[in-house]
């Protein structure tokens, strides 16, 4: 049974929505967008049959070391960034090189609810009632060419806005296969719980992709480039013999611990960990032929 809208979606929230594309323009000069309710969601066929995660938890226990390498540094220290305006810039191997403001992006298809599992190398997981489309629907508007095998994304970094960034090198790079990309279940994400991504859940859109570890789902994305190499990433660059181009959620691998079990935020005992992290159908295809433990 797959769950509806309004059964997982706390009264609060889905209550009194507006209209978010009507009201960008009067948040322009604010802060951020966070916290504007997102209307017109449609149903999905995709979703895990799982009770969400609740809102404060999700929202206040983040990786996201452009605010700080402490769980609870993005939601404090992301307070003020500012996400307006916005823009994405899509360029390399396609026919139609774009960029698009916020605006453009949020009319390009339907906006959906996505009750996905989200596995974190680190050993715990979530489950996130997201809002967004499919990212296909975004990587067509620019025409990939035959030479497009691969795709990389960029985050937004700006050291004044970001004082607190640590550990890593900046900006923020990730990158996908061109059909991992093109997989309807890969999200464009631009809301969770039924309004607009908070800053520290990485305004004012990110990827989601649930059947592999949270840190290839790249946050605050302003570019995107279709090449025919394979792009670096940020924490293979740090440390490419525990965080592989691919990481899927694999119990079998062993990048840096244990990935048999995980640890569902907000429940004591721990769980088995599966392949893909449940989303063995939508993407297991994809990887026919290969060696998931070698190809990390």
Known sequence: M???????????????????????????????????KLAGVTATPFGADEKPTPYKTITSYNNFYEFGSAKDDPADNAANFVTTPWSIRIEGDVGKPLTLDLDQIMKLAPLEERIYRHRCVEGWSIVVPWIGYSLSALLKQAEPTGKAKFVAFQSYYDRKQMPHAAGLQFPYVEGLRLDEAMNPLALLCVGLYGETLPNQNGAPLRIVLPWKYGFK?????????????MPPTTWNLANPGAYGFYSNVNPAADPWRSQKEERRLGEFAKRETVIFNGYIKEVASMYAGMDLKKNY
Do not use: H, M
């Not at 509806?4 to 009264?11: I, W």
């Open 217 to 229: 789902s790249i946050k605050s994305i302003v570019k995107i480039k279709l090449q025919e190499q």
């Open 2 to 36: 797959r769950l509806s809208y309004s059964a997982v979606t706390p009264k609060r929230i889905y209550q009194n929505r507006r209209c978010f594309l009507a009201t960008l323009a009067a948040l322009a000069a604010s802060p951020a967008l966070c916290g504007t």
